[in-house]
């Protein structure tokens, strides 16, 4: 166990209301990393913080916010949630850019 | 940027064959890792292998870096290795490209 956890693990909201995921870490990596997975995509990077205040974009981050104000928590915001936002979230850390990454058990998040 | 393609995409087995999974990928990579995915959705670590050859109980891993690919070798196939696998590449952005995984699928 890599010591990461993901809340809620599920939920259901409607279109339009906000949305928060957290990924909180007990190792002190100073790398985390969101993700979403849909079918026929694999896992696409959403945003990603290399440390404290630090973050970037990832691949497909139209929609979504960070942010990391202590090392141990990473949130996702999705402002305004839509449907096509509907997938599985996961949540990464490492210690470096370059070393094995640990991923958490996943959010499965459904907008109706 | 970098390119991470999968093959098989599908793979069925029967319980005791064994198998070969291939990763490619479209630039030099400082970090590579096979992961499995199992029916409950979970991602587990199977290799962290830039480069060079390691084995785990039944199952190995060898990347060849300056050929760009990565093999993932399954022998003596069971059911409980059924799931989705999937390489992972960075080639120097600090973040992970994933490839769209091989699913597999052991019949008992």
């Known amino acids: 166990d890599a010591g990461i956890t993901q809340s809620p693990r599920h939920k259901v909201t409607e279109t339009g209301t906000p949305v928060t995921l957290r990924c909180h870490q007990t190792?002190?990596?100073?790398?985390m990393y969101w993700y979403r997975q849909d079918p026929g995509h694999g896992l696409r990077l959403i945003h990603y913080?290399?440390?404290?205040?630090?973050?970037d974009k990832g691949e497909v981050s139209d929609g979504y916010s960070v942010s990391r104000s202590k090392t141990e928590d990473f949130l996702l915001t999705l402002e305004s949630a839509t449907s096509s936002q509907t997938s599985v979230y996961f949540c990464?850390?490492?210690?470096?850019?370059?070393?094995?990454?640990?991923f958490g058990q996943g959010t499965r998040l459904t907008v109706v | 940027g970098i390119q991470v393609e999968q093959s098989p995409p599908d793979l069925i087995l029967q319980e005791g064959a064994n198998s070969t999974l291939r990763c490619n990928f479209s630039?030099?990579?400082?970090?590579l890792q096979w992961f499995h995915q199992n029916p409950w959705g979970q991602l587990i670590n199977l290799f962290y292998?830039?480069?060079g050859t390691k084995q785990n109980g039944r199952l190995s891993a060898t990347t060849v870096a300056t050929e760009r690919y990565s093999l993932l070798y399954i022998s003596s196939s069971q059911t409980t290795d059924s799931g989705v696998y999937f390489c992972?590449?960075?080639?120097?952005?600090?973040?992970?490209?994933f490839g769209k995984g091989t699913k597999l699928t052991v019949n008992p």
């Open positions: 990464a850390i490492s210690i470096q850019g370059y070393t094995e990454a640990f």
């Open positions: 190792e002190n990596h100073r790398y």
């Open positions: 913080s290399y440390g404290v205040k630090d973050t």
């Open positions: 630039d030099s990579v400082n970090n």
């Open positions: 292998i830039p480069s």
């Open positions: 992972a590449v960075d080639s120097g952005s600090e973040k992970l490209v």
